[in-house]
């Protein structure tokens, strides 16, 4: 099992900025793609953000320029962040983390994904 803890969202004004954290834990694993996702009210989850097992990152369009996604798999700290500024009042929703993993369990390597718990973000003046 893959846990996922969240942070880093809340309320700010337009054209602010906030910096999501997501650090993932466990045992017997490794990473591939780690990436955000958002759900507004009424809306579908879309993906914000991803990271790669090969170092590359893509970007919806509507947050290009604008977010940053990092992530560091050094010693085992396994985290992703998402650098937001110029914050819109429609990047207003739900924000998760998922990570896609190699997953040991029993004699067998499984691909999995897991998700965060979710975190806030409202833009609003």
């Known amino acids: 099992q893959v846990q996922l803890v969240e942070s880093g969202g809340g309320l700010v004004q337009p054209g602010g900025s906030l910096r999501l954290s997501c650090a993932a834990s466990?045992?017997?694993?490794?990473?591939?793609?780690m990436g955000w996702y958002r759900q507004a009210p009424g809306k579908q989850r879309e993906l914000v953000a991803v990271?790669?097992?090969?170092?590359?990152?893509?970007?919806a369009d509507s947050v290009k320029g604008r977010f940053v996604i990092s992530r560091d798999n050094a010693d085992a700290k396994n985290t992703v962040d998402l650098q937001m500024n110029s914050l819109k009042p429609e990047d207003t929703a739900v924000y998760y983390c998922?990570?896609?993993?190699?997953?040991?369990?029993?004699?067998?390597?499984?691909?999995?994904?897991?998700w965060g718990q979710g975190t806030q973000v409202t833009v609003s003046s």
């Open positions: 466990g045992s017997r694993f490794s990473i591939n793609h």
């Open positions: 998922k990570v896609n993993v190699n997953e040991r369990v029993l004699l067998n390597l499984l691909v999995r994904d897991y």
């Open positions: 990271s790669t097992s090969d170092g590359s990152t893509n970007y």
